[in-house]
Protein backbone atom coordinates (compact mmCIF):
# COMPACT_ATOMS: atom_id res chain seq x y z
CA UNK A 1 0.00 0.00 0.00
CA UNK A 2 0.79 3.03 -0.61
CA UNK A 3 -0.02 6.80 1.43
CA UNK A 4 -2.10 9.10 -0.49
CA UNK A 5 -3.87 12.40 1.08
CA UNK A 6 -6.97 14.59 -0.30
CA UNK A 7 -7.25 17.57 0.02
CA UNK A 8 -8.95 20.40 -1.06
CA UNK A 9 -6.51 22.22 -2.90
CA UNK A 10 -3.68 21.83 -4.85
CA UNK A 11 -0.22 21.07 -3.57
CA UNK A 12 3.50 21.81 -4.26
CA UNK A 13 3.49 25.70 -4.01
CA UNK A 14 7.25 27.32 -3.89
CA UNK A 15 6.85 26.96 0.06
CA UNK A 16 5.74 23.04 0.43
CA UNK A 17 8.80 22.07 -1.72
CA UNK A 18 11.73 23.98 0.06
CA UNK A 19 11.09 21.33 2.77
CA UNK A 20 11.58 18.40 1.22
CA UNK A 21 10.09 16.38 4.18
CA UNK A 22 6.70 18.41 3.66
CA UNK A 23 6.78 17.23 0.20
CA UNK A 24 3.38 14.74 0.43
CA UNK A 25 4.17 11.67 -3.00
CA UNK A 26 0.89 11.48 -3.89
CA UNK A 27 -2.18 13.51 -3.03
CA UNK A 28 -5.92 13.15 -4.43
CA UNK A 29 -7.42 16.80 -4.69
CA UNK A 30 -9.73 19.04 -6.75
CA UNK A 31 -8.49 19.45 -10.46
CA UNK A 32 -9.44 21.52 -13.61
CA UNK A 33 -13.77 22.21 -13.54
CA UNK A 34 -13.65 20.44 -10.38
CA UNK A 35 -12.63 16.92 -11.40
CA UNK A 36 -10.79 15.05 -9.18
CA UNK A 37 -6.83 14.44 -9.85
CA UNK A 38 -4.47 12.28 -8.73
CA UNK A 39 -0.57 14.31 -7.94
CA UNK A 40 3.03 12.99 -7.82
CA UNK A 41 5.21 14.67 -6.42
CA UNK A 42 9.41 13.65 -6.15
CA UNK A 43 11.60 14.82 -4.10
CA UNK A 44 13.05 17.27 -6.34
CA UNK A 45 9.68 18.87 -7.16
CA UNK A 46 8.78 17.22 -10.45
CA UNK A 47 4.88 16.46 -10.60
CA UNK A 48 2.74 15.02 -12.09
CA UNK A 49 -0.81 14.86 -12.45
CA UNK A 50 -3.49 12.20 -13.42
CA UNK A 51 -7.25 13.24 -13.97
CA UNK A 52 -9.59 10.12 -12.42
CA UNK A 53 -11.73 11.19 -15.27
CA UNK A 54 -10.56 9.27 -18.00
CA UNK A 55 -7.35 7.70 -16.23
CA UNK A 56 -5.80 10.62 -18.05
CA UNK A 57 -2.19 12.57 -17.40
CA UNK A 58 -2.62 16.14 -18.32
CA UNK A 59 0.64 17.56 -16.78
CA UNK A 60 4.10 16.03 -16.59
CA UNK A 61 6.25 19.21 -15.23
CA UNK A 62 10.15 19.63 -13.92
CA UNK A 63 11.33 20.76 -11.01
CA UNK A 64 11.00 24.62 -12.20
CA UNK A 65 7.36 23.81 -13.41
CA UNK A 66 7.85 23.61 -17.07
CA UNK A 67 5.11 21.15 -18.40
CA UNK A 68 6.77 18.47 -20.56
CA UNK A 69 3.36 17.43 -22.26
CA UNK A 70 1.41 19.46 -24.75
CA UNK A 71 -1.93 20.47 -23.73
CA UNK A 72 -4.51 22.78 -25.39
CA UNK A 73 -5.35 26.11 -24.03
CA UNK A 74 -8.90 25.11 -25.82
CA UNK A 75 -8.96 22.14 -23.98
CA UNK A 76 -12.65 21.17 -22.52
CA UNK A 77 -12.46 19.77 -18.56
CA UNK A 78 -16.73 19.02 -19.56
CA UNK A 79 -17.28 15.27 -19.26
CA UNK A 80 -18.16 13.37 -21.21
CA UNK A 81 -16.17 15.50 -24.02
CA UNK A 82 -12.60 14.28 -24.86
CA UNK A 83 -9.85 16.13 -22.91
CA UNK A 84 -7.28 17.58 -25.80
CA UNK A 85 -4.26 17.15 -24.86
CA UNK A 86 -1.89 14.86 -22.02
CA UNK A 87 -2.21 11.21 -22.30
CA UNK A 88 -5.18 9.67 -22.98
CA UNK A 89 -5.93 6.22 -22.91
CA UNK A 90 -7.46 4.04 -26.03
CA UNK A 91 -9.06 1.09 -25.26
CA UNK A 92 -10.75 -1.57 -25.84
CA UNK A 93 -9.83 0.36 -29.67
CA UNK A 94 -7.67 2.61 -31.20
CA UNK A 95 -9.13 5.28 -33.97
CA UNK A 96 -11.04 3.14 -35.94
CA UNK A 97 -9.66 0.13 -36.29
CA UNK A 98 -12.92 -1.97 -35.01
CA UNK A 99 -16.71 -1.10 -34.77
CA UNK A 100 -16.43 0.69 -31.74
CA UNK A 101 -16.11 4.41 -30.96
CA UNK A 102 -13.54 5.98 -32.21
CA UNK A 103 -10.22 5.57 -29.27
CA UNK A 104 -12.41 3.59 -27.38
CA UNK A 105 -14.05 4.47 -24.21
CA UNK A 106 -12.15 3.97 -21.30
CA UNK A 107 -11.33 8.02 -21.40
CA UNK A 108 -14.39 8.82 -21.24
CA UNK A 109 -14.75 7.44 -17.90
CA UNK A 110 -14.21 7.70 -14.47
CA UNK A 111 -11.67 5.83 -12.90
CA UNK A 112 -10.54 4.88 -9.16
CA UNK A 113 -7.65 4.81 -7.36
CA UNK A 114 -6.29 1.41 -6.18
CA UNK A 115 -4.36 0.86 -2.57
CA UNK A 116 -3.72 -2.67 -3.15
CA UNK A 117 -3.75 -3.97 -6.64
CA UNK A 118 -2.37 -7.47 -7.80
CA UNK A 119 1.07 -7.69 -7.80
CA UNK A 120 2.25 -6.90 -11.34
CA UNK A 121 4.91 -9.08 -13.27
CA UNK A 122 8.09 -9.73 -11.65
CA UNK A 123 10.25 -8.21 -14.41
CA UNK A 124 8.77 -5.13 -13.31
CA UNK A 125 9.84 -5.17 -9.59
CA UNK A 126 7.60 -2.60 -7.17
CA UNK A 127 8.84 0.86 -7.28
CA UNK A 128 11.47 2.60 -4.83
CA UNK A 129 9.88 5.82 -5.11
CA UNK A 130 6.53 6.62 -3.03
CA UNK A 131 5.47 8.80 -6.01
CA UNK A 132 2.96 6.64 -7.97
CA UNK A 133 -0.16 5.52 -8.17
CA UNK A 134 -2.43 2.64 -8.98
CA UNK A 135 -5.75 3.15 -11.23
CA UNK A 136 -8.61 0.84 -11.71
CA UNK A 137 -11.73 1.12 -14.41
CA UNK A 138 -14.11 -1.56 -14.84
CA UNK A 139 -16.79 -2.26 -17.54
CA UNK A 140 -20.32 -0.58 -16.66
CA UNK A 141 -23.66 -1.24 -18.19
CA UNK A 142 -23.19 1.14 -20.83
CA UNK A 143 -20.00 -0.31 -21.69
CA UNK A 144 -21.10 -4.01 -21.58
CA UNK A 145 -23.57 -3.10 -24.04
CA UNK A 146 -21.66 -2.44 -26.89
CA UNK A 147 -18.15 -4.60 -25.39
CA UNK A 148 -19.79 -7.44 -23.69
CA UNK A 149 -16.99 -8.62 -22.05
CA UNK A 150 -16.22 -8.66 -17.92
CA UNK A 151 -12.27 -6.84 -17.45
CA UNK A 152 -10.28 -5.04 -15.47
CA UNK A 153 -8.11 -2.11 -17.06
CA UNK A 154 -5.24 -1.18 -14.77
CA UNK A 155 -3.18 1.58 -14.79
CA UNK A 156 0.30 2.16 -12.46
CA UNK A 157 1.88 5.97 -12.87
CA UNK A 158 5.42 5.98 -11.66
CA UNK A 159 7.35 9.35 -11.34
CA UNK A 160 10.92 8.48 -10.86
CA UNK A 161 13.29 10.20 -8.58
CA UNK A 162 15.25 12.03 -11.60
CA UNK A 163 11.84 12.55 -12.89
CA UNK A 164 11.07 10.21 -15.56
CA UNK A 165 7.37 9.02 -16.14
CA UNK A 166 6.42 5.41 -16.15
CA UNK A 167 3.53 4.08 -17.47
CA UNK A 168 2.39 0.28 -16.62
CA UNK A 169 -0.92 -0.41 -18.47
CA UNK A 170 -2.53 -4.08 -17.73
CA UNK A 171 -6.14 -5.58 -19.35
CA UNK A 172 -7.16 -8.96 -17.28
CA UNK A 173 -9.85 -11.36 -19.08
CA UNK A 174 -11.64 -12.16 -16.41
CA UNK A 175 -15.03 -13.73 -18.48
CA UNK A 176 -15.71 -17.09 -16.19
CA UNK A 177 -17.17 -18.61 -19.45
CA UNK A 178 -14.67 -19.80 -22.25
CA UNK A 179 -14.64 -16.27 -24.23
CA UNK A 180 -11.47 -14.84 -25.38
CA UNK A 181 -11.43 -11.22 -25.94
CA UNK A 182 -9.61 -9.00 -28.36
CA UNK A 183 -8.89 -5.21 -28.09
CA UNK A 184 -6.38 -2.64 -29.46
CA UNK A 185 -4.90 -0.20 -27.37
CA UNK A 186 -2.66 3.32 -27.19
CA UNK A 187 -1.11 5.37 -24.92
CA UNK A 188 -1.58 9.25 -26.89
CA UNK A 189 1.36 11.34 -25.39
CA UNK A 190 1.21 14.79 -26.44
CA UNK A 191 4.75 16.03 -26.34
CA UNK A 192 5.27 19.57 -26.11
CA UNK A 193 8.25 20.80 -28.69
CA UNK A 194 9.37 24.38 -29.25
CA UNK A 195 8.49 24.60 -33.03
CA UNK A 196 7.75 20.96 -34.81
CA UNK A 197 9.22 22.23 -37.58
CA UNK A 198 12.75 21.90 -36.29
CA UNK A 199 12.32 18.57 -34.62
CA UNK A 200 13.37 15.26 -35.92
CA UNK A 201 12.31 12.09 -34.65
CA UNK A 202 14.93 8.71 -34.62
CA UNK A 203 13.35 4.87 -34.18
CA UNK A 204 10.70 4.91 -37.18
CA UNK A 205 13.20 4.48 -39.92
CA UNK A 206 12.49 1.77 -42.90
CA UNK A 207 9.34 0.91 -40.76
CA UNK A 208 6.20 -0.05 -42.58
CA UNK A 209 3.02 2.14 -41.47
CA UNK A 210 -0.78 2.66 -42.62
CA UNK A 211 -1.51 5.91 -43.68
CA UNK A 212 -4.41 7.51 -42.27
CA UNK A 213 -4.44 10.23 -44.74
CA UNK A 214 -4.63 7.93 -47.49
CA UNK A 215 -7.65 5.07 -46.54
CA UNK A 216 -4.69 3.49 -44.59
CA UNK A 217 -2.84 2.69 -47.22
CA UNK A 218 0.01 0.60 -46.36
CA UNK A 219 3.52 1.99 -47.04
CA UNK A 220 7.36 2.12 -46.11
CA UNK A 221 9.14 4.97 -44.50
CA UNK A 222 12.20 5.62 -46.02
CA UNK A 223 15.46 8.46 -46.06
CA UNK A 224 16.81 9.14 -42.26
CA UNK A 225 15.06 10.09 -39.18
CA UNK A 226 11.72 12.01 -39.47
CA UNK A 227 11.42 15.67 -39.94
CA UNK A 228 7.64 17.40 -39.89
CA UNK A 229 6.77 19.88 -42.53
CA UNK A 230 2.61 18.87 -43.01
CA UNK A 231 0.33 17.02 -41.83
CA UNK A 232 0.95 13.81 -40.39
CA UNK A 233 -1.64 10.63 -39.16
CA UNK A 234 0.55 7.64 -39.15
CA UNK A 235 0.62 4.19 -37.44
CA UNK A 236 4.04 2.41 -37.80
CA UNK A 237 3.79 -1.16 -37.29
CA UNK A 238 6.36 -3.45 -35.29
CA UNK A 239 8.06 -0.72 -34.45
CA UNK A 240 11.38 -0.96 -32.29
CA UNK A 241 11.45 -0.71 -28.41
CA UNK A 242 13.29 2.73 -28.69
CA UNK A 243 12.00 6.43 -30.71
CA UNK A 244 13.90 9.43 -29.96
CA UNK A 245 12.20 13.32 -30.44
CA UNK A 246 15.41 15.76 -31.01
CA UNK A 247 13.87 19.40 -29.94
CA UNK A 248 17.06 21.72 -31.16
CA UNK A 249 16.25 24.56 -29.83
CA UNK A 250 15.61 23.80 -26.32
CA UNK A 251 18.54 21.00 -26.84
CA UNK A 252 15.84 18.76 -25.33
CA UNK A 253 14.99 15.38 -26.51
CA UNK A 254 12.63 12.80 -25.56
CA UNK A 255 13.19 9.15 -25.53
CA UNK A 256 10.48 6.80 -25.22
CA UNK A 257 11.04 3.11 -23.92
CA UNK A 258 8.32 0.63 -24.93
CA UNK A 259 7.60 -2.99 -23.74
CA UNK A 260 4.45 -4.88 -24.65
CA UNK A 261 3.08 -2.36 -27.39
CA UNK A 262 4.49 -2.79 -30.80
CA UNK A 263 3.15 -0.27 -33.15
CA UNK A 264 3.47 3.63 -32.77
CA UNK A 265 1.33 6.54 -34.17
CA UNK A 266 2.56 9.34 -35.07
CA UNK A 267 -0.23 12.59 -35.56
CA UNK A 268 -0.25 16.35 -36.12
CA UNK A 269 -2.95 18.28 -37.98
CA UNK A 270 -1.20 21.72 -39.17
CA UNK A 271 -2.47 24.48 -39.96
CA UNK A 272 -5.37 23.51 -41.79
CA UNK A 273 -6.53 20.60 -39.90
CA UNK A 274 -5.44 22.68 -36.77
CA UNK A 275 -8.55 25.14 -37.85
CA UNK A 276 -11.53 22.70 -37.98
CA UNK A 277 -10.94 20.80 -34.42
CA UNK A 278 -12.56 22.98 -32.08
CA UNK A 279 -11.15 22.21 -29.00
CA UNK A 280 -7.49 22.94 -30.41
CA UNK A 281 -6.13 26.30 -31.53
CA UNK A 282 -5.17 27.38 -35.18
CA UNK A 283 -1.80 27.47 -34.37
CA UNK A 284 -1.15 25.25 -31.16
CA UNK A 285 0.33 22.66 -34.04
CA UNK A 286 3.67 24.00 -33.74
CA UNK A 287 4.50 23.30 -30.27
CA UNK A 288 2.80 19.79 -30.28
CA UNK A 289 3.35 16.22 -31.81
CA UNK A 290 1.73 13.33 -30.76
CA UNK A 291 3.44 9.96 -30.20
CA UNK A 292 1.47 6.72 -29.54
CA UNK A 293 2.79 3.35 -28.38
CA UNK A 294 0.31 1.23 -29.38
CA UNK A 295 -1.76 -2.47 -30.40
CA UNK A 296 -3.02 -1.97 -33.39
CA UNK A 297 -1.99 -4.26 -36.34
CA UNK A 298 -2.72 -7.45 -34.38
CA UNK A 299 -5.60 -7.05 -31.62
CA UNK A 300 -4.69 -8.66 -28.82
CA UNK A 301 -6.26 -11.34 -27.45
CA UNK A 302 -6.80 -12.68 -24.12
CA UNK A 303 -8.31 -15.82 -22.75
CA UNK A 304 -10.11 -16.10 -19.76
CA UNK A 305 -7.94 -14.98 -16.68
CA UNK A 306 -5.09 -14.36 -18.59
CA UNK A 307 -3.44 -10.90 -18.53
CA UNK A 308 -1.53 -8.14 -20.84
CA UNK A 309 0.94 -5.86 -19.46
CA UNK A 310 2.19 -3.36 -20.98
CA UNK A 311 5.37 -0.64 -20.35
CA UNK A 312 6.70 2.51 -21.59
CA UNK A 313 8.63 5.21 -19.54
CA UNK A 314 9.54 8.81 -20.80
CA UNK A 315 12.77 9.73 -20.45
CA UNK A 316 14.34 13.46 -20.74
CA UNK A 317 17.82 13.78 -22.24
CA UNK A 318 18.84 17.47 -21.86
CA UNK A 319 21.18 17.63 -24.55
CA UNK A 320 20.61 16.64 -28.75
CA UNK A 321 22.29 13.65 -29.81
CA UNK A 322 21.78 10.81 -32.45
CA UNK A 323 20.05 8.07 -31.85
CA UNK A 324 23.05 5.63 -33.78
CA UNK A 325 24.94 4.95 -30.94
CA UNK A 326 22.77 6.44 -28.33
CA UNK A 327 24.35 7.09 -25.45
CA UNK A 328 23.04 9.05 -22.91
CA UNK A 329 23.71 5.07 -21.19
CA UNK A 330 21.44 6.21 -18.10
CA UNK A 331 18.54 7.39 -20.25
CA UNK A 332 18.55 5.01 -22.38
CA UNK A 333 19.60 1.64 -22.03
CA UNK A 334 16.33 -0.75 -20.65
CA UNK A 335 18.80 -2.89 -18.21
CA UNK A 336 18.33 0.34 -15.97
CA UNK A 337 15.13 2.59 -16.02
CA UNK A 338 13.70 -0.44 -13.49
CA UNK A 339 15.63 1.73 -10.96
CA UNK A 340 14.41 4.77 -12.02
CA UNK A 341 11.10 3.87 -12.51
CA UNK A 342 10.89 3.85 -9.33
Known amino acids: MWPFHRKGKEPGSSSEREKEPDIEPVVVCAGPNGLDKVVLTNYKGCTVEILLYGGQIITWKNEYGEDYLFMSKKA ?22 GHLETNGFAKHMTWTVEEN ?28 RIYPYTWELRLRVILGQSGNLTLIPRVRNMNLEKRDMAFTFALQ ?23 HLNNKTRATEYGDALIFEKEVDKAYLETPGKIAIIDHA ?53 KPGQEWTGRVQFTIVNSSYF ?20
Open 117 to 144: PPKILQKYPSPKTKSFVDLLLLPSQNTN
Open 250 to 302: KRRTYVVLKEGLPDCVLWNPWDKQAKKIPDFGDKEFRNMLCLQPAIIERPLKL
Open 189 to 211: AHFHVSDVGEVRLEGLETMDYYD
Open 76 to 97: AFTPPKSIRGGIPICFPQFGTY
Open 323 to 342: SGPLDPHRALNPTLTSSDSS
